[in-house]
């Protein structure tokens, strides 16, 4: 990229003018390289989104207006009756339900620990290190091994959980049995295993915070609370931003704990804990190998991802910018005002 | 700053280049379309090939036995994968089926339950009909596998034979007779029946406080396996759940107060289920052949468990797999006589030694290798002669269409609410069994 195309003369400082040069192909080449080759360059993330991202989707699509058998395969166009079928699907409501559930029980407390652990984390401790990967061992146990591991704990007449709340008076939970119990047992498997991690993100984004900050806080007299929600907070809100999106994506797609936590797989007699996945998984790989149908839960799924993503960008932008910095219409009225001022 | 981010991004561009070439290049193992059964080609006994066999589990396929095959068809060479689980298994073979059988082994492993779909793709697979096999199995293992157009679709392996698997320490304290040979008159010996299990259970937990039986869906299961058209008429057509009084009435049994008296109100495999095996839970359960396996791995250190030879209603077949030749296969003929090979009464023994699948084919019964077989755990029970005997009794062949599991669910569901959940009464759960079924749409 050193070599500069040729470009046309600057009228002001060459006026005469000058004999067009021929102009080499090579020439032609660096002129390419310059145009072409920043895009080239992104081109392949862009190609395998297309492929693995993009292309599925529409394909999904594709799939959810037709009958669609998963072994027989393409059927007849059909339309929006694969939508319609699903909407007059009581499991698809009641999967639903329990997604949303699993998804505020879950998230709204793991992002909140989270950000306190990052926040210990972040002070002056011993053996930093091992506090650190302390708090991402759980991620690296397989879901399966979690669903396994908690199926003990919360089973219902030998679990070690109804054992603890026995000794301190409190009658059994049926968490196979009550929907909120079953979503409880569920969040705390996924808070289990995605707490630590999103603290660590946490961590990361805190640590570049810059130090002075706290100096001047501490200056002005500001306390360990002011300080987290003053100065901390605020600097890390695009880490939040980015962590709340991602953990609603992921909570709204939760598969794995559900299907293992009971051996039927099927989300419980009554359908208690039959997520929005799992029901898809279920229509489209299990039982009626109905893939047209599945599509078309698929679909529905990711316009529901969308909007509670969109809507959690936007509480969290409100949120996390609160009052401690101005936003931008705040900071264009202090300009002006400032603008005013100098010209009169 | 800028200087990185142009790195950053030449590596991206190399590595996702490479990225890309690595998926083109591995596109070529499965380019091989869908040949119809007709145009396989046809294995020679020279050119040097590897046959691969998808197995879950333990089908007792050791690489000494699988070498085996090699000695007598030296330019064949045996390579067995084998899933951890078989769900993990079936979900391969269906998205693979499904993308139009590229990428599967020459050789697949399926269970019983799963062929209520795949008959419906029989195209899918190679017909391993040959008049080399021709009685080797009985009715109710072929006729699963065989498709409407009379294509067999699977060669048997093992089988489920349902006994009765009980704990004698428990009988004895209760005060009945607890010997093999005496529980198998108690409970009505050939002549068996439900009524008659479920009244001696009424004598066992009067005097015990251990249940009679572990799951009422598991006697479900049994006495559901028993009819010859349980969801579906013989042409596919479902029968109402509404209109179905066969079921209604298994239903009405297994969740009336006098047999749920007797239930021990578990899900089978959950967490609670394996916990009862330690705390005496449950005294009797229904035992296909495989079953003794999960039985021992729960109840490490009890002693008293037994077999009887009875079932009631007569014979029973709980589960039991096959062996699949996946049409789309390049040597789908070599894999379909090393299937053959696999599935002969004499290869089936010694998986049978090595992994305890208990034999489907008829010829393999009379061997003295089964015959003498015994199980420590289950107090020397000769398992090998008294799964022979409940094999024989088996005498129904279930008809199972490609509804028959999504309507199972329903029912199943409705009695786990009656049975494990205590969610619903009787009523309640049949009703929500009706509407789950209306929303079937079929």
């Given amino acids: 990229m050193s070599v500069q195309s040729p470009v046309e003369p600057e009228s002001d400082l060459a006026p005469a003018p000058r004999q067009p040069r021929r102009v080499g192909f090579s020439q032609t080449l660096s002129r390419w390289d310059v145009k072409v080759s920043p895009y080239l360059y992104i081109s392949p993330f862009f190609i395998l989104f297309f492929i693995t991202g993009l292309f599925p989707i529409l394909y999904t699509g594709y799939v959810s207006v037709h009958k669609w058998h998963l072994l027989q395969g393409q059927g007849d166009f059909v339309g929006f009756d694969n939508f319609a079928d699903v909407f007059k699907q009581k499991d698809f409501w009641l999967s639903l339900r329990n997604t949303l559930s699993i998804f505020v029980i879950s998230s709204v407390p793991q992002v909140i620990a989270a950000i306190l652990i990052a926040a210990l984390l972040d002070q002056n401790l011993r053996a930093k290190?091992?506090?650190?990967?302390?708090?991402?061992?759980?991620?690296?146990?397989?879901?399966v091994a979690v669903g396994l591991i908690f199926g003990r704990l919360f089973a219902d007449q030998s679990g070690l959980i109804n054992s603890w709340l026995g000794v301190i008076g409190i009658d059994p939970v049926q968490w196979h049995v009550d929907p909120l119990s079953s979503h409880i047992a569920i969040a705390t498997m996924?808070?289990?295993?995605?707490?630590?991690?999103?603290?660590?993100?946490?961590?990361a984004a805190m640590q570049a915070v810059p130090r002075e900050l706290y100096e001047a806080a501490i200056i002005d007299g500001a306390g360990r609370a002011r300080q987290f929600f003053s100065v901390t907070i605020p600097q890390i809100r695009a880490t939040v931003i980015f962590v709340v999106i991602t953990s609603t994506i992921g909570g709204l797609q939760i598969f794995d704990e559900p299907r293992v936590f009971d051996p039927a797989g099927a989300g419980g007699a009554s359908r208690q804990w039959l997520t929005t996945t799992l029901y898809l998984y279920n229509t489209g790989w299990s039982g009626q190998y109905n893939l047209g149908r599945a599509a078309a839960i698929a679909w529905l799924l990711f316009l529901l991802i969308l909007a509670i993503g969109m809507a959690n960008f936007f509480v969290t932008k409100k949120i996390a910018t609160g009052d401690a910095s101005p936003s931008k219409k705040k900071i264009k009225a202090a300009q002006k005002r400032y603008e005013a001022q100098r010209n009169s | 700053m800028r200087k990185t981010t142009r790195k950053f991004l030449a590596v991206t561009a190399g590595v996702a280049s490479i990225a890309l070439l690595a998926t083109a290049c591995s596109?070529?193992?499965?380019?091989?379309?869908?040949?119809?059964?007709?145009?396989?080609?046809?294995?020679?006994?020279?050119?040097?090939?590897?046959l691969t066999v998808a197995t879950f589990n333990n089908?007792?396929?050791?690489?000494?036995?699988?070498?085996?095959?090699?000695?007598?068809?030296?330019?064949?060479?045996v390579?067995?994968?084998?899933?951890?689980?078989?769900?993990?298994?079936?979900?391969n073979l269906t998205t693979k089926l499904a993308a139009g059988g590229a990428g599967l082994a020459d050789v697949e492993a399926i269970e019983i339950d799963w062929l209520p779909e795949l008959v419906q793709s029989g195209d899918k697979f190679l017909d391993l009909n040959s008049a080399d096999v021709e009685g080797r199995w009985p009715e109710f293992k072929t006729k699963p596998a065989t498709t409407a157009s009379g294509a067999l679709i699977g060669y048997g392996t093992d089988v489920g034979p349902e006994a009765i698997c009980y704990r004698q320490d428990l009988f004895e304290a209760a005060g009945l007779e607890s010997t093999p040979e005496a529980v198998k008159e108690l409970l009505g010996g050939d002549g068996a029946t439900w009524d008659k299990y479920f009244e001696v259970g009424k004598q066992f937990t009067d005097k015990s406080d251990s249940a009679w039986f572990d799951s009422a869906n598991a006697i479900y299961q049994g006495m559901v396996n028993q009819?010859?058209?349980?969801?579906?008429?013989?042409?596919?057509?479902?029968i109402p759940l509404a209109d179905n009084s066969a079921v209604k009435g298994l239903f009405e049994t297994v969740t009336g107060a006098d047999v749920q008296a007797l239930s021990a109100h578990l899900g089978q495999w959950s967490g609670d289920w394996d916990a009862a095996f330690q705390n005496n839970g449950f005294a009797t359960m229904l035992c296909p052949a495989w079953m003794t396996g999960p039985i021992e791995e729960r109840a490490g250190?009890?002693?008293?468990?037994?077999?009887?030879?009875?079932?009631?209603?007569?014979?029973?077949?709980?589960?039991?797999?096959?062996?699949?030749?996946?049409?789309?296969?390049k040597n789908a003929e070599a894999a379909k006589e090393l299937a053959a090979w696999l599935t002969s009464p004499a290869t089936q023994i010694k998986a049978f030694l090595n992994a305890g699948t208990f034999p489907s084919q008829t010829e393999a019964l009379t061997d003295p290798a089964l015959t003498a077989a015994t199980n420590d755990f289950f107090n020397n029970a000769p398992v090998g002669t008294i799964f022979g005997n409940r094999y024989q009794a088996i005498k129904v062949t279930p008809f199972k269409g490609p509804n028959y599991f999504s309507i199972h669910t329903t029912v199943a569901d409705a009695i786990t609410k009656v049975d494990v959940d205590k969610s619903a009464d009787q009523a309640a759960a049949w009703q929500g069994a009706l509407d789950a079924y209306n929303a079937l749409g079929l």
Avoid: C
């Fill in chain 2, 301 to 329: 250190g009890i002693t008293g468990w037994n077999v009887a030879d009875v079932f009631p209603g007569g014979g029973g077949n709980w589960g039991g797999s096959y062996l699949t030749v996946p049409a789309a296969g």
């Fill in chain 2, 27 to 50: 596109d070529d193992n499965g380019g091989s379309g869908t040949p119809t059964s007709g145009e396989t080609k046809k294995g020679d006994d020279t050119t040097p090939i590897t």
């Fill in chain 2, 227 to 238: 009819l010859e058209a349980a969801y579906e008429n013989t042409d596919g057509t479902p």
């Fill in chain 2, 59 to 77: 089908f007792g396929y050791t690489d000494e036995l699988l070498a085996e095959y090699s000695k007598d068809h030296p330019n064949v060479t």
């Fill in chain 2, 79 to 91: 390579k067995q994968t084998i899933a951890a689980k078989s769900e993990d298994a079936r979900t």
């Fill in chain 1, 129 to 143: 290190t091992f506090w650190r990967m302390g708090v991402l061992l759980p991620y690296v146990v397989a879901p």
């Fill in chain 1, 190 to 203: 996924v808070n289990f295993r995605w707490t630590g991690y999103n603290a660590l993100i946490f961590l």
